[in-house]
C-alpha cells in the first residue's frame, strides 16, 4: 500500500506559478499511475491532470491545458504538478492520487484511483 504527501501549496497572485510535489512511500513507485485532482469549495472533486506509469503519456482537463504540466521523478518517488499562468478559478485543495494501471495508460476517473494523499491548499488571489 503506498502512502502519499502532497506539499508545495501557499497564496499565490493571478499569472503567477506554483509547484506541487507528491511524495510516495510504502509501495512501487513505478508500478502506479499517478493523477491530480483539485476540490474547490461546494463542489466535487475534479481531475486535473494524468501521468501514465511509462511517464510518456499524459493527460489534462480542459481547463489546464497549456499551463499545467504533470511529471515524475522515479528515483525520487515523487510526482510534480508545475501550474503556470493561475488563475483565481484554481483556487482549491490538491489532491494527489495513485492506482495501478497498465504501464501506457493514463486513468481521469475519480473513483479509478485507490491511494490519496491529505491535500495541499492551493489560493489564487486577483
Known amino acids: 500500500q503506498v502512502q502519499l504527501v502532497e506539499s508545495g501549496g501557499g497564496l499565490v497572485q493571478a499569472g503567477g506559478s506554483l509547484r506541487l510535489s507528491c511524495a510516495a512511500s510504502?509501495?512501487?513507485?513505478?508500478?502506479?499511475?499517478m493523477g491530480w485532482f483539485h476540490q474547490a469549495p461546494g463542489k466535487e472533486r475534479e481531475f486535473v491532470a494524468a501521468?501514465?506509469?511509462?511517464?510518456?503519456?499524459?493527460r489534462y482537463a480542459d481547463s489546464v491545458k497549456g499551463r499545467f504540466t504533470i511529471s515524475k521523478d522515479n528515483a525520487k518517488n515523487t510526482v510534480y504538478l508545475q501550474m503556470n499562468s493561475l488563475k483565481p478559478e484554481d483556487t482549491a485543495v490538491y489532491y494527489c492520487?495513485?492506482?495501478?494501471?497498465?504501464?501506457?495508460?493514463?486513468?481521469?476517473?475519480?473513483?479509478?484511483?485507490?491511494?490519496w494523499g491529505q491535500g495541499t491548499q492551493v489560493t489564487v488571489s486577483s
Open positions: 492520487a495513485a492506482v495501478s494501471a497498465p504501464f501506457g495508460m493514463v486513468v481521469a476517473g475519480r473513483a479509478q484511483y485507490d491511494y
Open positions: 510504502g509501495g512501487t513507485f513505478s508500478s502506479y499511475t
Open positions: 501521468l501514465s506509469r511509462s511517464g510518456i503519456v499524459t
